[in-house]
């Protein structure tokens, strides 16, 4: 079975195991503050709010979830799909989000996506169902495995804080792109989504602000 990240026991557990093997991070982690657990219940509204997030201020994408959510009740992939456009656009959904979200709806509903069970599958497994949906890419998948389905080896590398974050905590000469910072990442693994909790959690510190979607 896939290990999950469900408690802060298992932040602290990855935090030491990440301290013993990298002293960088042991350094970050003593200025980070809390790296905080962050999960959220599987299912359609937990992966709306990661397609809501996406190139929009925190505050934007918390403010479209909430009438997205008041809109459409409950928030199901029948009930997005029953909806329409026009409750989609006024919820401040963009045309490309309606999309996506109406193919993670109508993939959930044949049966074609569960997201429920990615929790207990292989990383790369769930990584190639969600992404075979249109308008699903590895960024949204990716947070979605981490804090939804809970997986403890995830380092969504596309994220420009985490490589900001990066950048600096490394003492890289630029900010690494994403595939560097994934092959950076390989030395943290079997705790990887625990070292982006924590990139997040110093990056957070530094701007003086929420970074973590």
């Known amino acids: 079975m ?9 932040i602290a557990e990855g935090l030491g195991h990440l301290a013993r093997t990298d002293k960088r991070l042991a350094a970050a982690i003593a200025s980070a503050g809390e790296v905080p657990l962050r999960r959220s219940e599987p299912g359609f509204a937990s992966l709306a709010s990661i397609v809501v997030s996406q190139q929009v201020s925190k505050a934007s994408a918390d ?17 997005f799909l029953a909806a329409g456009e026009e409750t989609w656009r006024l919820a401040g959904l963009s045309r490309p989000k309606q999309r996506t979200l109406a193919a993670i709806s109508q993939a959930v509903i044949d049966g074609a996506l569960d997201l429920n069970g990615l929790c207990d599958l292989p990383a790369q497994t769930a990584m190639d169902q969600l992404t075979a949906v249109h308008g ?8 979605y495995l981490l804090f939804a389905a809970g997986h403890a080896d995830i380092m969504p590398a596309g994220d420009l804080a985490l490589q900001a974050a990066a950048h600096r905590i490394l003492g890289l000469d630029q900010r690494p792109t994403a595939k560097e910072l994934r092959d950076l990442a390989e030395s943290w693994a079997p705790w990887r989504g625990v070292a982006a909790r924590l990139l997040w ?13």
């Open 201 to 213: 959690a110093w990056y957070g510190q530094e701007a003086g602000r929420a970074v973590m979607p």
């Open 2 to 10: 896939q290990r999950t990240i469900a408690t802060t026991a298992d």
């Open 63 to 79: 403010a479209i979830q909430k009438r997205l959510e008041g809109l459409i009740v409950p928030l199901t992939p029948g009930q």
């Open 136 to 143: 699903v890419g590895p960024w949204t998948a990716e947070v």
